[in-house]
């Protein structure tokens, strides 16, 4: 087994690369992801390790060397895939400087799984995004899943449709992306953070662009009252970014509105639906969660949340590692937010 940097040749047909992975491709691992981040500071390093297609941000910390981000990987669909390949990657990084490679890879949470990584020698780290998430099998008709969605979210989109919620799927224009910045303003105002709005537009614009992304809005009485961002990589569906006004004068349009999506999904030959995003499977009904309602919404469509293992660092050099942790990271996490409004990761 080797583990090398990708051919140019390779680079240029990377999203089909990603999309043979075991795990069948990851939006987050795609070549769109890491032209994104470039604006963010960081530098995509493309990796073939055996035949998984690696998408690692790298970015350069002073005095101590390279840190190694793989945003939602490595592609893997097993531990015992990720077991298998991860000392060639962990020695390559190495080679290359590296101080840290932090890993974020698909897998469920079990007992076991969590034992095995730990074997690895990993080390649970501070989480980047949610690492649960609501997922939706929409391979069959789309007769057949709207009869299996809880009763909840059904009557929510019954309702919206005989209320006259009606939803455009519009083009990521610049006046488009305005209004939903707007909206994830609103929405955000005192829940949650979120980026400087040239990152969202730029993002939205990337993906539509390159046909993996499509802006949803939803109108009542001829007012914008939802919009939506969601992608279509491979087999695979995911909703990126969602906002709704504050007063909301029309029941279920959110929920109208991702019946949209789960129909243009449809078109673009996806079957799996990730809704992105939840409280944990034992934090779900918890009310005092900060992200309640978005996992009372999210499962609304379906009660069972799936638990990913998360973060993980590997230490390449504990010296460095230790200096990172214990106050490196710290200042830079505090310091992206003050001057850029934005999390570091």
Not at 21 to 40: I, S
Not at 221 to 239: E, R, S, T
Request: proline share 4%; glycine share 8%.
């Amino acid at each position: 087994m080797t583990t090398r940097f990708a051919t140019q040749e390779e680079v240029d047909q990377w999203n089909v690369l990603v999309l043979a992975n075991p795990d069948q491709g990851g939006v987050f691992q795609g070549f769109e992801f890491a032209e994104q981040k470039r604006l963010t500071g960081w530098t995509p390093r493309f990796v073939i390790a055996d035949t998984v297609a690696i998408l690692v941000l790298e970015k350069y910390v002073l005095g101590l060397g390279k840190l190694w981000y793989i945003p939602k990987g490595p592609g893997v669909a097993s531990i015992r895939k990720l077991v298998e390949l991860f000392p060639q990657l962990k020695s390559f990084a190495e080679e290359q400087g590296v101080f840290n490679l932090k890993i974020e890879p698909e897998l469920q949470k079990t007992n076991e799984t969590m034992s095995d990584m730990l074997k690895l020698g990993l080390i649970k780290a501070r989480p980047i995004q949610l690492s649960s998430t609501v997922l939706l099998d929409i391979s069959p008709s789309l007769d057949d899943v709207m009869m299996h969605l809880n009763q909840k979210g059904r009557h929510a989109i019954r309702r919206a449709e005989r209320d006259g919620v009606t939803v455009k799927l519009v083009d990521a224009t610049d006046e488009n992306c305005e209004l939903m910045f707007k909206l994830l303003a609103e929405t955000a105002a005192g829940s949650f953070g979120i980026r400087r709005y040239i990152y969202y537009k730029m993002f939205w614009q990337r993906y539509a662009n390159a046909g993996l992304g499509q802006l949803f809005f939803a109108y009542f009485d001829n007012q914008l009252v939802a919009g939506a961002f969601a992608m279509a990589f491979g087999h695979k569906g995911i909703y990126k970014d969602g906002a709704s006004v504050r007063e909301r004068p029309a029941y279920g349009a959110s929920h109208l509105l991702q019946w949209r999506i789960i129909q243009w999904m449809k078109t673009k030959d996806v079957t799996l639906y990730d809704f992105c995003g939840t409280p944990s499977s034992d934090q779900i009904n918890n009310p005092d969660h900060p992200h309640y309602g978005l996992g009372r919404f999210k499962t609304s469509f379906n009660k069972e949340v799936t638990d990913y293992v998360g973060v993980f660092d590997c230490i390449i050099r504990p010296t460095a590692y230790k200096l990172w942790s214990k106050v490196g990271e710290r200042i830079v996490r505090r310091l992206r937010l003050y001057l850029h409004h934005e999390n570091y990761y």
